[in-house]
């Protein structure tokens, strides 16, 4: 029922009873559980609280390594981020909402996604907090972190591992957890006084022009180090603030930490790489959470659809799943522009193609229509998706 769920998510659902979706799908998807049925197992899963998480969490790690030996693997660095996002609720009876830092009402969830650096992210772990849960609890921060890290298969989570956040994550507890596991960080700084007197210090001489993923230069935009003009005395040891220097957009609203007229944003890092501008760009594609966040609410996450909050973190760890199955889609069986492309997009040319289901002498069919522009596209992904190696155990 579960795996039913997953589909019908990965599928473009958003609450319980579009399990109708799969209705009807008898001779492709076998039976399909009820609504009633489905909500009752939602509901025994939540109420063994943590203990039903963890199942859930542990059979989505196995899916994983299955998926890297079937030829998904990850390249040699592994790059973690970080990140929350606000969950509207239109219902004051939602169990642990409450209203944000934004004015709005409902949750503030902290997730964590894998970026592989080819267009894809995996869903590797996601908490429920309520919506006044602050932006920068470290405890929350190590808590997500850790469940990422027991998504990692293992003999990957000893590889070179950079953990990425925003100035959310710029608590000092969380960066010495980062420190005693061993692992790089790379996390945005708030712009206070002190910050801006030490960037206002720095000369001219000490700027290099920032660049683009494509190597070149970008234009109107600059780096460089703050050591020696900033106090970090109490963050690791070897830690160092980089600052990246622009210039607005035409028509952008000037923010208080924008410095005579020019946008500065600061992160800090213990990476000991020397390369300043290569270190900023791998910062700056941090910003590339805010994509996979933005697939998870295409993918059930935008309201979360119960009243207790038990059955909302079951359904939150089984839109993390549904991420995932639509992430491994793409990595194994789609090349081009459907490899990176949004849910909305993947759905409209692949999943709801219009297809005939026949038998013949105990023999499933099935055919596509020939005018359809993906069709080749389809078929090519089922025999990949038939070659694939069998799982190990």
Not at 105 to 133: M, T
Not at 311 to 316: D, E, I, P, T
Request: net charge positive; aromatic share 6%.
């Amino acid at each position: 029922m579960l795996r039913d769920l997953i589909v019908m998510l990965a599928d473009g659902g958003d609450c319980l009873s579009d399990l109708r979706l799969l209705a009807g799908c008898d001779a492709l998807l076998g039976p399909v559980a009820s609504i009633p049925t489905a909500w009752r197992v939602l509901e025994r899963l939540g109420q063994l609280g943590e203990d039903g998480l963890a199942a859930l969490r542990v059979a989505r790690a196995q899916a994983r390594a299955h998926a890297w030996h079937a030829g998904g693997w990850p390249p040699r660095r592994l790059i973690l981020d970080l990140d929350a996002t606000l969950l509207v609720a239109h219902s004051d009876r939602k169990q642990g909402a409450a209203g944000s830092y934004q004015h709005t009402f409902g949750f503030h969830p902290l997730l964590a996604y894998l970026d592989r650096g080819d267009g894809h992210g995996e869903a590797l772990a996601g908490i429920l907090r309520p919506g006044n849960a602050t932006a920068n609890d470290a405890a929350d921060h190590t808590a997500v972190l850790r469940l990422a890290l027991a998504q990692l298969p293992a003999g990957h989570a000893r590889r070179w591992l950079l953990v990425r956040t925003d100035s959310a994550g710029a608590s000092q507890a969380f960066l010495a957890e980062l420190r005693a596991r061993k692992l790089r960080f790379s996390v945005g700084l708030p712009i206070d006084a002190h910050v801006g007197d030490a960037l206002l210090a720095l000369p001219e001489t000490a700027w290099i022009p920032a660049v683009d993923p494509d190597g070149r230069p970008r234009d109107g935009a600059w780096v460089a180090e703050v050591a020696g003009w900033l106090d970090l005395c109490g963050y690791p040891p070897g830690t160092r603030a980089i600052c990246r220097r622009e210039r607005p957009h035409p028509g952008a609203n000037l923010r208080f930490t924008d410095l005579q007229g020019r946008r500065y944003q600061v992160f800090v890092t213990d990476q000991p790489d020397r390369d300043l501008a290569r270190l900023e760009l791998r910062h700056r594609q941090h910003a590339r959470i805010e994509d996979r966040i933005r697939a998870a609410k295409a993918t059930g996450l935008a309201n979360l659809p119960f009243g207790a909050w038990r059955r909302n973190a079951v359904w939150l760890e089984l839109v993390l799943a549904a991420q995932d199955l639509t992430c491994w889609l793409q990595t194994l069986l789609l090349d081009g522009e459907l490899a990176i492309a949004e849910p909305k997009r993947l759905r409209t040319r692949l999943l709801h193609t219009a297809g005939r289901l026949l038998t013949d002498a105990r023999r499933l069919t099935l055919h596509l229509p020939a005018a359809w522009p993906w069709a080749v596209v389809l078929a090519s992904a089922f025999t990949r998706l038939w070659s694939l190696p069998p799982h190990p155990g």
